[in-house]
């Protein structure tokens, strides 16, 4: 079997070339995934239609040779299981029926994984298209980030209906949060168990919480999930994302359990090459818009980041995920910048 590039990395292997992948590579800016998004009757409905899935998980692996490939499916697929309405408006993205604090907290974790089963099934056709040189990641959103979403009825610039619960009523939270690590853990068990090499959690809300905050709702349930995979008897290595974490950074690649950890676009690289833990595998900062831009902008950085990450084990990604604005041609360009040089 063909060693794969992205597996070597997450050991704690340096490569010449590093791996890379981009995330939200399956989706609105590949013209074969509007066409098959075209047939599906609503979002939810095509997370969760395997053949679907995966044939838009092999997209971006045919047309650029990706390192890995992410199942194609949805942190909201999570409260969905629960039993909280969930649904996408057109131009809007994603809506959940309104529920008290009280009453999502009492939602049942108990057999969500096996209502989320068709995941795995994409997974496992996902795995038989695969090249042997390429990485399967499953993933998941972390707790935290998919309890504002539950809370909030949907995104929000502040969180901030999530973040005054989280201070005025700790326990109710504390036992909502328990519960989507806990169904979050399963999930990423069956994940595994269904052929992913590499599981990722997305805590794409960890922007603007104080330190005493940050403990409780985002290190403290993200380290209750790595637990309870482990224990599970799951080896397969776990990428953290803590997107806006800030200084936090060093504290959630420490105390959470991960093996590796993504980095967002905005956190300062000359303090990340200094103070992140020098072993640990990192993954990402390109800034989505440079891919956007292309050209002489898209080389300067590609070069930037890895003259910065040479010489320890990283992962070639964006610091978010890839716009539906940019043009696959840019693409193209960004992996021959980091294959070429």
Excluded at 321 to 335: A, K, R, T, Y
Aim: hydrophobic share 45%; glycine share 8%.
């Amino acid at each position: 079997m063909t060693e794969r590039a992205l597996l070597k990395v997450l050991s704690g292997e340096t490569l010449k070339t590093p791996p890379v992948w981009l995330m939200r590579q399956a989706g609105r800016y590949l013209p074969e995934y509007r066409a098959v998004r075209a047939q599906q009757p609503d979002f939810i409905a095509f997370c969760l239609n395997p053949e679907a899935a995966a044939e838009v998980t092999l997209q971006p692996i045919r047309r650029y040779g990706f390192d890995a490939s992410i199942v194609f499916a949805d942190i909201l697929l999570i409260p969905h299981a629960m039993g909280q309405k969930v649904w996408f408006e057109k131009g809007e993205g994603p809506r959940l029926a309104a529920m008290s604090l009280d009453t999502l907290s009492a939602l049942r974790p108990d057999g969500a994984a096996q209502k989320l089963s068709a995941v795995c099934d994409t997974l496992r056709l996902v795995r038989a298209g695969l090249p042997e040189s390429c990485t399967l990641i499953g993933f998941a959103g972390a707790p935290w980030t998919v309890a504002t979403y539950m809370i909030e009825g949907g995104g929000s610039k502040d969180r901030w209906k999530a973040r005054t619960a989280a201070w005025s009523e700790p326990e109710t939270m504390d036992r909502l949060l328990a519960n989507l690590a806990d169904t979050t853990a399963d999930y990423l068990i069956a994940q595994a168990k269904a052929g992913a090499d590499v599981l990722k959690i997305f805590e794409s809300w960890a922007e603007g919480l104080p330190a005493p905050l940050f403990n409780r709702v985002v290190i403290a349930p993200t380290r209750r999930i790595v637990e309870r995979v482990r224990a599970a008897g799951i080896t397969a290595p776990i990428i953290g994302f803590p997107k806006g974490a800030g200084p936090h950074y060093v504290r959630y690649a420490e105390e959470t359990g991960i093996d590796a950890i993504a980095t967002d676009h905005g956190l300062d690289t000359d303090w990340a090459v200094a103070n992140l833990p020098r072993s640990m595998p990192v993954q990402g900062q390109l800034d989505p818009a440079v891919l956007r831009a292309g050209g002489t902008a898209l080389e300067g950085e590609v070069s930037r980041l890895l003259d910065a990450w040479g010489g320890r084990p990283y992962v070639f990604n964006l610091g978010h995920g890839i716009n539906p604005d940019v043009p696959p041609e840019h693409v193209s360009e960004l992996l021959a910048h980091i294959r070429g040089r």
